[in-house]
């Protein structure tokens, strides 16, 4: 089985959700990760003949763990995973860091990251050149900060930092020429950016997704994974008129600014 290719595919949900879908080639099960909507998955898998194995959940806002109900009614024997530390009905596999996650049908083994800051218990899954970040890391963006904190997710970003260069980072929003518009406020003369931006403009214009990222290019042109380059600081201290002494002072600049003045 193992084979046989894995499969990552979106299932565009609401106005600019994914819900990712693993298929592996020859194999009937499937898996979702955050399905919010019930509907757009129960359309797919019964257009492709598939049975639901998993669910996994990255954190407990509505838009990921809104349609767990009517798909598990459908499938009565699909094992549901998600965060220990989040009020979240249903979840049948209670996770923290450090765990793994087996799903023998497709053959996949995820390690669990505990990365906390959008909400308190936010946990992704990691394996096979994949991570799926829910709304952690964004593709050259983050998310806000909910019911975590500030330092929480500067910490979780560097922790993600550590993944090879090549990782594929499915997060769980369609937002990155957005986000690209307020990495230029940051580092308008960034190379890479201006190389990106374009290369996005051009997916989108083509009516593509723009996930997954590639991690090196997100450490290469997302200010939030950049608090310790020099240009990055430099713009965050300008923002807040005042010197910023750590990674964490950088991104809570970086967040702020964003939330109160781009978003
Ligand atoms: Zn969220």
Request: aromatic share 8%.
């Amino acid at each position: 089985m193992q084979n046989e290719a894995l499969n990552i595919e979106p299932i565009p949900a609401f106005d600019d959700n994914y819900i990712w879908l693993l298929t592996r080639d020859g194999y009937k099960g499937c898996a979702v990760v955050d399905p919010g909507d019930d509907e757009p998955v129960i359309k797919t898998l019964k257009k492709r003949g598939l049975r639901l194995d998993a669910i996994l959940i990255t954190h407990k806002h509505g838009d990921h763990v809104g349609g767990i109900a009517e798909l598990k009614e459908r499938w009565p024997k699909v094992d549901v995973y998600g965060p220990a530390n989040e009020p979240i009905k249903r979840v049948k596999h209670k996770l923290s860091g450090g765990d793994i996650v087996e799903l023998d049908g497709l053959g996949i083994s995820f390690d669990v990251l505990d990365v906390p800051g959008h909400t308190e218990g936010h946990i992704a899954y990691t394996g096979e050149g994949a991570l799926f970040c829910g709304d952690t890391l964004f593709a050259c963006g983050c998310g806000r900060v909910f019911s975590g904190t500030f330092e929480q997710l500067s910490d979780s970003l560097r922790a993600l930092a550590e993944l090879p260069a090549d990782t594929r980072c499915y997060c769980a929003h369609e937002y990155t020429q957005d986000n690209i518009g307020f990495a230029k406020w940051v580092e308008p003369d960034n190379p890479d950016l201006l190389v990106r931006e374009e290369r996005v403009a051009g997916l989108r214009a083509a009516g593509e997704s723009t996930v997954p990222s590639i991690l090196g290019d997100e450490m290469l042109t997302n200010p939030f994974m950049r608090t310790d380059e020099p240009s990055v600081i430099k713009a965050a201290e300008k923002w807040a008129g005042e010197a910023l002494g750590s990674p964490r002072e950088v991104f809570r600049a970086l967040r702020t600014w964003k939330d109160k003045e781009y978003d």
